[in-house]
């Protein structure tokens, strides 16, 4: 099962490199492929930064164990 990063960096190859699957077929004509690098340098600034904005919100939100009920 794909998980939601999975599926972002699909997108990202998508948009950016015009790959609809990073699922492997086995086939060499459908797996394989030549990529400009100012493409691959676009999907991997992409990717990045998706991970710089995951990562802020992830340390931004208080953590579940913190909250505590007071009675």
């Given at each position: 099962m ?11 190859a ?9 699922e492997?077929t086995g086939?060499?004509?459908a ?6 690098i ?5 999907a991997l ?6 991970g710089l904005?995951?990562?802020y919100?992830l340390?931004?939100?208080?953590a ?6 007071t009675?």
């Amino acid at each position: 099962m794909k998980d939601e990063r999975f599926a972002l960096l699909e997108m990202i190859a998508s948009e950016t490199l015009g790959v609809e699957t990073l699922e492997p077929t086995g086939k060499l004509t459908a797996d394989f492929r030549v990529i400009g690098i100012e493409d691959l340098t676009r999907a991997l600034e992409s990717a990045y930064d998706l991970g710089l904005v995951t990562g802020y919100r992830l340390s931004s939100q208080p953590a579940s164990s913190d909250v505590h009920a007071t009675s």
